[in-house]
């Protein structure tokens, strides 16, 4: 039982690992691909610590997302792995819907960033007509990255429990038993 145990953990953390940095390349090169404004490489490799700060905090929130929008799925993988007679769903399946929520994670989590910095954007621009927070950060303002930091994190702790919830939903549940309560 041990031996299993720690076996399985060792191939979770194995597919932890890889999927960490595919995850990594593919969120930084989503993000580059969705900002229109500017090109967001080239920037940081002009050493524009503005940009650089914002794509930090992306990524950051971006993997966070992805962490919430997995948690039902790899529990239930856990399950296929240690429990093959309780789960719903073969580990063949259990597989397959890892990687459905990480695309629906990833689809929310590209969504929401972006939508979060636009709107904060436009709501910049009517208080204060002057701020134009894309060409601001564009020119290396670091205070205006650093702010947009800020909301893209708060934007990713409001959504979390959502991604969580909605993931949560698609999961088959393993059948624990059926209670007679009256006859």
């Not at 194995?14 to 960490?20: D, N, P, Q, W, Y």
């Not at 800020?150 to 934007?155: H, K, P, R, T």
Request: hydrophobic content about 55%; overall charge positive; glycine content about 8%.
């Amino acid at each position: 039982m041990f031996t299993m145990r720690l076996g399985s953990s060792l191939l979770e953390l194995a597919l932890m690992i890889v999927m960490s940095g595919l995850i990594i390349e593919v969120i930084y090169r989503l993000f580059i691909k969705a900002n229109p404004d500017f090109d967001m490489e080239e920037e940081i490799c002009k050493g524009n610590a503005a940009v650089g700060t914002l794509m930090a905090a992306i990524m950051v929130s971006a993997a966070l997302l992805l962490m919430n929008g997995l948690e039902a799925s790899v529990t239930s993988f856990r399950l296929a792995l240690n429990a093959p007679s309780a789960m719903a769903t073969p580990l063949w399946q259990a597989g397959l819907l890892i990687c459905g929520h990480l695309v629906i994670s990833l689809a929310i989590a590209v969504l929401t960033i972006s939508f979060t910095l636009r709107l904060f954007g436009k709501l910049t621009r009517k208080i204060n007509p002057e701020m134009h927070l894309g060409k601001m950060l564009k020119n290396g303002n670091l205070a205006v990255g650093i702010l947009l930091s800020a909301v893209v994190f708060i934007s990713a702790i409001y959504v979390g429990a959502g991604v969580s919830s909605v993931t949560k939903a698609l999961v088959p549940q393993p059948q624990v038993g059926r209670i007679q309560l009256m006859k």
